[in-house]
Nanobody, 124 residues
Framework: QVQLVESGGGLVQAGGSLRLSCAASGRVFSSYAMGWFRQAPGKEREFVAA????????RYADSVKGRFTISRDNAKNTVSLQMNNLKPEDTAVYYC?????????????????WGQGTQVTVSS
């Protein structure tokens, strides 16, 4: 089992920045691919960013490319999402996810473990 706890959400004005963190406990963190997803009211949960166990390979949704950066620290069992130039359409609950894999995973159904989510609200 892997337990995931997100933090760092909040209210920010458009153009601002936030940094989300996800703390993992349980199994060997470095064996897990990690991802961030988000879900806005009335919409399905969508892919935001993903990173391989080593941190070498990353993937981003087109809507966040160039603005968001995913990273991980295997020594601290954390994965982060730096979000810059935030837009009102980024408003959502953001979820951290994990799966034991050495590949990058971008499909929601590919993940086995999920955090409870953290709210990000961007005002215009």
């Amino acid at each position: 089992q892997v337990q995931l706890v997100e933090s760092g959400g909040g209210l920010v004005q458009a153009g601002g920045s936030l940094r989300l963190s996800c703390a993992a406990s349980g199994r060997v963190f470095s064996s897990y691919a990690m991802g961030w997803f988000r879900q806005a009211p009335g919409k399905e949960r969508e892919f935001v960013a993903a990173i391989t166990w080593s941190g070498v390979t990353t993937r981003y949704a087109d809507s966040v490319k160039g603005r968001f950066t995913i990273s991980r620290d295997n020594a601290k069992n954390t994965v982060s999402l730096q979000m810059n130039n935030l837009k009102p359409e980024d408003t959502a609950v953001y979820y951290c996810a994990a799966v034991r894999s050495y590949a990058v995973v971008i499909e929601r159904r590919g993940y086995d473990y999920w955090g409870q989510g953290t709210q990000v609200t961007v005002s215009s």
